[in-house]
């Protein structure tokens, strides 16, 4: 079964009509939000390089399961 997603509003305009597969390697700095120099410190703390890298880091997933746990309260 085919999934649309409007993804205008989460990544930059030159990303909006790549695919998932093809956003998952861009760079960080192709989320709305995110700056060059953002994408720059988060390579050079955490070596994060795509938004891939972002969604499979072990802190990010770690703080994300911590908020979904306490938004239970």
């Known amino acids: 079964m085919p999934v649309t997603a409007d993804l205008s509003k989460l ?5 909006q009509d790549q695919t998932l597969a093809e956003l998952v390697d861009a760079p960080v700095a192709a989320l709305a939000g995110v700056s060059e120099g ?9 070596g994060i390089v795509t938004i891939g890298d972002l969604g499979r880091n072990p802190y ?6 911590l908020v979904a746990l ?3 309260k």
């Not at 953002?38 to 955490?46: Q, V």
């Open 38 to 46: 953002g994408a720059k410190l988060l390579k050079e703390a955490l």
């Open 60 to 65: 990010f997933r770690v703080a994300q399961a």
């Open 11 to 15: 990544v930059d305009k030159a990303y």
């Open 70 to 72: 306490n938004s239970g």
